[in-house]
Structure formats: C-alpha cells, structure tokens
C-alpha cells in the first residue's frame, strides 16, 4: 500500500497546524517549510478545508487554523477521505477483466488487510502525532519567532 502524495501533504498541513496551537498559518510558510509545491498545497488546504478539518480566514490577519482539536481527527477517518482510490489491485474495481477473479482468493485477503491497515490508523488522532514531540516539532519547524515572509 502506498499513500499518495496529497494524503501525505494532508497530514504535514495538520501536523503543521497541530504544532503550532493557535497561531494561524500560510500556505506559502507550510509551503516553505516543507519545501513542496505551493500550488499543489493550495488543492491539499482547499480540500481539507471542505472535509472540515482546517478553517481559512482570508484577510490581512487571515490565515489556517485547525478547525477541530486534534483529539478528535481520526488518522483513519483522514485517510479516507484523501486518498480517492484504496483500490489495491484489479479486481477491486468496477473494470476488473483479471480471468482467475472467480477462483482466487488474493481479493478477500487484502481487503482484510486494507480493513486492518485502517483499523489500527483509526486508533490514532492527529494528537497523537503531535504528543509529547511537540517541542521537538516546533524547533524542526523553525515556529519559535516570526514566521517566514509570505
């Protein structure tokens, strides 16, 4: 299984705001920081934002917050709902053409590992991740002092 790179931007965005508490955000310091694309990280905000798991104030004192505390941010639930396609093989989709389908038994089981993969992240929260780290995450994040000029 390999998660794709908007899901991983999606939890650096989190982890980023997570780290920094109350303190809003930019795309272009997350951008920065991370030193990944700002435009690809606008459609990573714009959908968290949709899904509800970020706020955008727009404006000159504008910028991200989390818009619900990080206890309450499921990794599985986050996982869901960025990643569009947990098909892991063929016949998992509508379009399947694979000729053993009928009589092979690699469908069910990785479908019971995919239900397990999520199963544990759904043990997780976005607090978790930030835990006791969160000092180490906000000097690697260089968020002590002035944040970088937009």
């Known amino acids: 299984m390999h998660l794709t790179r908007f899901t ?3 939890l650096r965005v989190l982890i980023y705001l997570a780290a920094k508490g109350e303190q809003r955000s930019t795309i272009s310091e997350i951008a920065g920081r991370f030193d990944i694309s700002r435009n690809h990280l606008m459609k ?3 959908d968290l934002n949709h ?4 706020t955008s104030i727009r404006g000159k004192n504008g910028g991200l917050l989390l818009k619900r505390a990080p206890e309450t941010i499921s990794l599985g639930k986050l996982v869901r709902d960025t990643e569009r396609d947990l098909t892991l093989v063929e016949c998992f989709g509508d379009d399947n ?12 089981i990785l479908a019971e590992a995919l239900a397990a993969f999520l199963a544990v992240l759904d043990h997780y929260t976005l ?4 835990g006791p780290q969160q000092p180490k995450l906000i000097r690697l994040l260089q968020l002590e002092g ?3 000029d937009a």
């Open 146 to 148: 002035d944040p970088p």
């Open 8 to 10: 991983d931007y999606s």
């Open 127 to 130: 607090a978790d991740l930030i």
């Open 44 to 46: 990573v905000v714009q």
């Open 97 to 108: 053409e694979c000729i053993i389908t009928p009589a092979c038994r690699l469908k069910p």
């Open 51 to 54: 899904q509800g798991y970020l």
